[in-house]
Each structure stands twice: as C-alpha cells, then as structure tokens.
C-alpha cells in the first residue's frame, strides 16, 4: 500500500497509476500526485493531535494551495461518520473508534480517485463497521473511486467487488467475484 | 505633484496587470474545457504547485469519469442488441413447436390417442412460452427498475420453505433428497415472494444438474455484519472459469447442451437480489444476505 501511494519506492520494478509510472516522478510531483489523488486511512490513524477533529479532516486540503475547502461535504461526511458533535475535540479525547472514523472523514474529504486503507473498521463495533462500509461503497460509486482496502476479516472482504489474496508476500491465485448486471467483472 | 503621477501610473499598471491575468487565466482554463469537450488528453501537468495544477488534475478527472460513462453506455447497447436477439432466438424453437403439433393435429385420420398426445405437448410449448416471456418481461422491468417490491424484515424460515414446497415434486421424481442442516428461525430484510422465487431457481437448478439419487442441502450461518445462506448439490458443479460467467443473460454452459433451460434463471436470480442488497456467489452456490 505504501507503494503504490508513493510514500515507498520500489527496489524493483514500476508502478503504474492510469498510465503513469510513478517512479518516473520527482519527488516534489509525486507528492502533489498523492496529495490530489490518493487517500489514506492508516491502521493507526496517523491523527494530528494538535488539531481538533474538523481541522484534522480538511488538513489535506488546505495543503493544497489550488484548493479550497467544501465546508458543506465536510459536515456531511463527520455526520455520517457519526463524529460531527465532536468536532471541537481533539485526538486525545477520542476513543479508538472515533479517532478511526475521523481518519476515514480525513481520507475522504478531498474526494480521492484512490482510497488505501488498511483495516478501516478493525476497531469499530459491528454496528458502525455496516455504517462506515456502507458509506465507502457509496462514495466509492458516486465519485468513481477506487477503494483499496487491507483486512483481515473475511466478512468484509465478502462486501467488496473483487478480492485479491496475498500469502507469505505473494498474490495466490483467488476467487474471481461479480458484482455488476449480467456478471461483468469491470470495475 | 510627481509623486502623485507616478503612484497613479503604478495604479494604473497593477490594475491592468490584474485584468491581463485574469483574461490569461480565464483563457487557459477556457482551453481546458475545451479538452474535455473534444476529448482530447489534456498537455498541461497536474503535479504542480498552484492553482492551474490543481484545475487540470480536477478536471482530468472529470475527463476520466465522462469517458467511463460513455464506454458504459455503449457496452449497455450492446446489451440491448444482444438481448432481442437472444430473445428471438429463445422463442424460436417452442414457436416451431407450436405449429408443428397444431399441424399434426389437423391431420385428419388422426387416432384420438395421438390428438390427446399432440394436444398435451402443444399446451407444454404454451406454457414454456408464457414462462419465457413472462421472465424476460420481469429482467427487463427489474433492470429499468420499474418494479419496487416491499423488503422488510421477515423470518427467513417461512421463505425457505415456500421455496421447498414449490421443488420438492421435481426432485421426489428423479430421487434426489432434499434436507437443510437444523438453523434458528431469523428475521432479515427480504420479500418473501421474490426472495422465494429466486431460492426456487436455486434449488431447480440444483435439482436438473444432480443425478437421481443425488442430494441438495441448505445451510444458514449467521456472520456479524451478514448472514449466509448455502445451497449445496452434488451433481455435475460448475468449472473454475465459467463461475463469473454463469450470472449473465442467457449464459449456458457448454456443458449443460444436454438439459433444457433457457440461461435467465440465474440472471434474474441475481438482479433480484441485487435489488435486496444481496451479494450471490457460486463455488456451490452461496447466498449472502445483510
């Protein structure tokens, strides 16, 4: 995952995002390429913990000083996500859960082709983990995102539209899975 | 006096510069949409500080995104062609039928035995055309989403069951046991009708690929975030690369030339679930519902 969000670079080989081989980019453009295409949801958050919960959330966008911030889609995001009354409050103040779910609104805010996220529910209860899946697949389909995720859990995996299983650092062979009219296997 | 001249000029100039800029970037932005327009690859870079970059990789997004539209667009014309041709040709055959027998029987010296035997496999033809159109006319109406059926949640056992009772003769005939493994009664979000519909297909199919004497098992397990529903036969199975295809519109397997069906069971099957939010997987048939 690292890889391919460029914050890694290969020993070997290339990494080719819509076309482009990212290894071919100065360190300068690939960092503005990251910043403007790919989100990032850590396993372990990776929370400013100087910044409250909406600070934390539209930080990536202030970053970009071509951007401005969408004040309306950030309070609809920390609504969905259940954390909008606690905007005011900062990291340490958090559980587990909301500080998971605040990473998940930070990944989200500046509406990203690519989504990387490494066990995005894995401290959310069964409950909430329905809700935050859910609005990934939405999000997923209405800005035509794509969605890596990293999980361990198999009932999650299920939801997704194609699973790719690694072993031992290598990609095993796994089960093809549809999810479109007529059994297309396109994204 | 001068100063006042010259702090003027200068006002003059930064205002000036301020307008060029803006027709510059007014301009350049102006030839942006003009890339998406055409459909041309947009020249500038995007991985660059600024406003511009940010513009361009905005909008070479935008670029991505109508081109994935257009290509899906296209892919379900297609679809529509291949599915009146289909359909065409799956009413072709019961078609033939029917006027072959209605020939036979105005045949004259006909015994009353063959009109009887006649009359009974023209009603059969009738019947497969009216359950061909009436299937198509259901896929078609599911795909526009013209039908909207309640889903509430409902004990699943009762679906089931209705879904056995409608099988259960078909495969006493070619003795093939029906059983399900011993479950809770839960309450998820289905409609029964449709939802036992489809468990009906299911179970059809696995009762027409097994051989007599085989058996067709049902399982449910419960997960946290969704519940699983298994329907498990020990007939003739499906190979490894046909399992993506078999969801498709009249998908057939080579295999199955032998065995009348028409390839909409399954299709239809998945759209209506689909409109459950149910997710369907075959390695022995697998259910999955929220």
Redesign the interface.
Known sequence: MNLIGGLDIPTEGNIFIKGKDISSLTRKELTIFRRRNIGFVFQNYSLMPVLNVYDNTALPITFDRGNHISRGYIEELLRELGIWDKRKKYPNELSGGQQQRTAIARALANRPAILLADEPTGNLDSKTTVEVIGLLKASCRKYSQTILMVTHNEAIAQICDRIIHIEDGMISPGIRKLSHKGGDDRC | MALHIILLILLFIVIGYSIYRKRKTFQSINRLLDCVLSQEPIAL???????????V??IN?IQ??LG?QIMQAEDEKE?VKSLVSNMSHQLKTPLANLSLYTEILSIPQLTEEKKADAAQKLKRQVDKLDWITGSLAKMVKL?QNAITFDIEPLPIRGTILDAIDTVYEKAEKKHISLTSEPYDDILLYHNRKWTAEVFANLLENAVKYTAPGGAVQISIHP????TEIMFTDNGCGIRGEE???????F?RSPETEQTEGSGIGL?LS??IL?KEKV?S?A?KNIR?L?
Request: charged share 35%.
């Open positions: 870079s995007d991985t660059k500080e600024g406003e511009l970059s940010a513009l990789s905005k997004r991505q995104v994935k679809q795909e997960y946290e975030i969704y399992i993506p295809r078999i969801f498709q519109r998908y299709y998945n759209l689909e997710k997987m390695k999955l929220p």
